[in-house]
């Protein structure tokens, strides 16, 4: 079982920056899978961004590619999204999701196990 914990949600500008955390723990593997998920209102969630458990390949969603990156730290156990260049159109509540499998994917399929969600609101 695993216990997920993200942070860093907030209000901001359009242009401006933020930094979400996530923290999967509870199992020894080391080896967790892990994403980031967004929803908005009245639409489909959606996979943001993904990471292999050991940092090396990344995939993200077309409409965020050049301004947000995800990042693992030394542990393997915390995941980040640096968020640049916001945008009013990323307004939503960003979930992170893990497995103990070391899985990779961005369909919510892969993941069984995920966070409260944390409020990213970008205004114009």
């Known amino acids: 079982q695993l216990q997920v914990v993200e942070s860093g949600g907030g209000l901001v500008q359009a242009g401006g920056s933020l930094r979400l955390s996530c923290t999967a723990s509870?199992?020894?593997?080391?080896?967790?899978?892990m994403a980031w998920f967004r929803q908005a209102p009245r639409k489909n969630g959606e996979g943001v961004s993904c990471?292999?458990?050991?940092?090396?390949?990344?995939a993200y969603i077309d409409s965020v590619k050049g301004r947000f990156t995800i990042s693992r730290d030394n542990a393997k156990s915390t995941l980040h999204l640096q968020m640049n260049s916001l945008q009013p159109e990323d307004t939503a509540i960003y979930y992170c999701?893990?497995?103990?499998?070391?899985?990779?994917?961005?369909?919510?399929?892969?993941?069984?196990?995920w966070g409260q969600g944390t409020q990213v609101t970008v205004s114009s």
């Open positions: 999701a893990a497995d103990e499998r070391p899985g990779y994917g961005l369909s919510p399929r892969v993941y069984n196990y």
């Open positions: 509870g199992s020894p593997s080391g080896t967790y899978a």
């Open positions: 990471i292999t458990w050991n940092g090396g390949n990344t």
